[in-house]
Structure formats: C-alpha cells, structure tokens
C-alpha cells in the first residue's frame, strides 16, 4: 500500500480525524459505497480509522482494494472519489 490523500481537488487539507476526512472527501465530490456489496472499480478511497489518527488510501488497483478490505478491526467507510487519481500521493 502506498498512496494516500491529504489534500483535496482544490488544494485544502483534509483534516486529520476520521470523519473529517470522509465529510471532506464527500464535500469535494465523493460518493459512499456499500460496505457489504464492494468489488474493485476506479478511484476508490478507503477511509480508515487508525485511532490516533485516520488515513484516506487510494485503492487504485485491485491488488491495493483487496488488501484495503482485508478485515483488520478497523473502522473504515468507502467511497469513490472523481479527483483521487489526480490527489493521492
């Protein structure tokens, strides 16, 4: 795994907290997906919750959205992002 966003289409921080994340991604264009119905499609952004602090990786392959799934105890909500190919660094 290795790219991760922080910033959004126009350039601003996504903040740190694990909500903050998901309601700025969604605020720049984002949609929600199903947890219990996923299967890989482009620019998918896994939002997890790390405890002390969130990340917001991009799953852009199969190989990173299968091992972004793998259950782990971590909340995580997922979302298809237009812009994430663009941001993720």
Request: net charge negative; glycine share 8%; with cysteine.
């Amino acid at each position: 795994m290795g790219k991760y966003i922080n910033l959004n289409s126009k350039g601003e921080h996504i903040g740190t907290s694990y909500q903050d994340k998901v309601n700025s991604l969604i605020a720049d264009g984002a949609t929600t997906l199903d947890p219990s119905n996923l299967t890989y499609q482009p620019n998918m952004v896994c939002v997890m919750n790390n405890g002390m602090f969130a990340a917001a990786g991009y799953a852009y392959s199969e190989s990173e959205f299968k091992a972004f799934n793998m259950p782990d105890g971590r909340s995580k909500t997922w979302l298809v992002y237009p812009h994430a190919e663009q941001v993720a660094k």
